[in-house]
T-cell receptor, first 113, second 113 residues
Framework: LAKTTQPVSMDSYEGQEVNITCSHN???????ITWYQQFPSQGPRFIIQ???TKVTNEVASLFIPADRKSSTLSLPRVSLSDTAVYYC??????????????FGKGNQVVVIP | NAGVTQTPKFRVLKTGQSMTLLCAQD?????MYWYRQDPGMGLRLIHY???????AKGEVPDGYNVSRLKKQNFLLGLESAAPSQTSVYFC????????????FGSGTQLSVL
């Protein structure tokens, strides 16, 4: 039931800023946009959540345009340890029910030395 | 600072055997979830619970049962394991107060031969 579209994979050089996009054309009024990061052999980890405009925390920034039909996760100056799968989720806040937050296939980001 | 703890980390079963996966959280969260992750499939919700004594089906509940007798524990049972249940299983919890941020365990790698 994933309502998002992400690139399957992308590569980036160490030290660069990485921007990961997510399309969610059918986002509903009550939907939030949430990003998770998953390292190999670990469970996903919450990165950031937003509703509109820009949100920033110690790990990343999330840019959401006015129409909210897409979002961009920005990771500043990535290191090798940022190699992971990044999931974009859109939903009405809870991971169950008809409008639940559902995990898609994610975006594999590989950071190259 | 344990968060969400899953046991066991690895298990190999023969077809038809049964087993129980245990999930424990120490954050006093109301909601708990069981997901499975298969290659190229993202995470799919098996069952979830919105409080002690309650359980509900997710996207892929067939072949699994769950129980939430204590608020901190959520058990996932396989009564008669099948090779199709070979997967990585993740437990997660969230506060239940809205705009849910999921906290995941480190996963259980299950192989059914």
């Amino acid at each position: 039931l994933a309502k998002t579209t992400q690139p399957v994979s992308m590569d980036s050089y160490e030290g660069q800023e990485v921007n990961i996009t997510c399309s969610h054309n059918n986002i509903a009024t009550n939907d939030y946009i949430t990003w998770y990061q998953q390292f190999p052999s670990q469970g996903p980890r919450f990165i950031i959540q937003g509703y509109k405009t820009k949100v920033t925390n110690e790990v990343a920034s999330l840019f959401i345009p006015a129409d909210r039909k897409s979002s961009t996760l920005s990771l500043p100056r990535v290191s090798l340890s940022d190699t992971a799968v990044y999931y974009c989720l859109v939903g009405d806040s809870v991971p169950y029910g008809n409008n639940r937050l559902a995990f898609g296939k994610g975006n594999q980001v590989v950071v190259i030395p | 600072n344990a968060g969400v703890t899953q046991t066991p980390k690895f298990r190999v079963l023969k077809t038809g055997q049964s087993m129980t996966l245990l999930c424990a959280q120490d954050m006093n969260h109301e909601y708990m979830y069981w997901y499975r992750q298969d290659p190229g499939m993202g995470l799919r919700l098996i069952h979830y619970s919105v409080g002690e004594g309650t359980t509900a089906k997710g996207e892929v509940p067939d072949g699994y049962n769950v129980s939430r007798l204590k608020k901190q524990n959520f058990l996932l049972g396989l009564e008669s394991a099948a090779p199709s249940q070979t997967s990585v299983y993740f437990c997660a919890s969230s506060s239940g107060t809205g705009n849910e941020k999921l906290f995941f365990g480190s996963g259980t790698q299950l192989s059914v031969l």
